[in-house]
């Protein structure tokens, strides 16, 4: 695959999500670094935003719950270039019943080369690099030219 250049702008579009064992884990850490979250665009799905909402009175867009839709909502977001990072505290140690959307999201924010943290320490590394806080440009897939490949 061809590929091209996105700049992740200094202000980001960050989607939230976590699992419902996780949830408390990534509460703590958006109050944490609430006031740098709060410069930012926050995305989530339904019970994660609206807890955070709640919690820390930062605004967030929240999509429908995971298990209704939520993941492939932000999968959706992300593959039309509109997420730039995503913070996704799956649960490793328990099923939910939508585990082919959790992977499809995966999936998606590695097919178009965002910054994924899905635990704790990652979501510290990220947050406290150089590259947060500045444009960066990133590679992602050349759609353009895929389609007229394609369409010879
Ligand atoms: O299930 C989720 C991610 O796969 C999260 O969904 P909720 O934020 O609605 O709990």
């Given amino acids: ?85 995503l913070i996704f505290f799956w649960d490793p140690l328990n099923a939910v019943p939508h585990d082919p959307d959790v992977k499809a999201l995966l999936r998606l924010a590695t097919v178009w080369n965002i910054p994924v943290a899905t635990n704790r320490s990652t979501a510290d590394f990220i947050i406290h690099s150089p590259l947060f806080s500045q444009p960066v440009d990133i590679l992602i897939p050349d759609y353009q030219r895929y389609l007229q490949q394609r369409l010879q």
């Fill in 1 to 85: 695959m061809e590929q091209t250049s996105r700049t992740i702008p200094e202000l980001k579009h960050i989607a939230l999500v976590a699992h419902d064992h996780c949830k408390s884990s990534l509460l703590q850490w958006v109050s944490t670094h609430k006031a740098v979250l709060g410069n930012h665009t926050l995305y989530a799905t339904g019970t994660t935003g609206n807890l955070i909402q709640r919690e820390t009175g930062l605004e967030v867009n929240a999509m429908l719950s995971g298990p209704m839709g939520g993941d492939q909502q932000v999968g959706a977001l992300i593959s039309e270039g509109k997420i730039d990072l």
